[in-house]
């Protein structure tokens, strides 16, 4: 069961690792990453904006492909909005399965798509006043090329890192 939340609160990932992983014997790894706002070049706060609706819809659709590629027992992703300073949580992705493979691979999957596939407009604020829109960058995008090339060879049947750990 996946739990998916867009919220300005900042979160706990030590509650939501407990909540994922309560009452379960069948959890043999969790994969975990919290994405964290930096202060590069005298950022002061990271605005995040999005549409409600869309942008759970769309994380959904994110975790459906995860959870049609891995055989996970159990996902939690929570992406902020708001303003948020440096220092502070922007996103946690926590996935559980079986087996530490697909755990931490459907992880970086999952940070992969959102970075490219979640719409959300991310604004940052520098000391002095400035600010600037952030535009995708090409290293996320050949990140989430991999996996699509990955789900191709899936297609035709080649076997993948994704499909090992699945088996």
Known sequence: MARVLVQDAPFDIAAETAALTAGRTDVGGVGSFVGLCRADDGLSALVLEHYPGMTERAIKRIVDEAEARWPLTACTVIHRVGRILPGEGIVLVLTASAHRAAALESCAFLIDWLKTRAPFWKREEFDGGAERWVAARA?????????????????????????????
Do not use: L, V
Not at 141 to 161: C, F, H, I
């Open 139 to 167: 290293e996320d995008d050949a990140a989430t090329a991999r996996w699509e090339r990955d789900m191709a060879s899936a297609r035709r049947g080649q076997d993948t890192p994704a499909r090992q750990a699945k088996a």
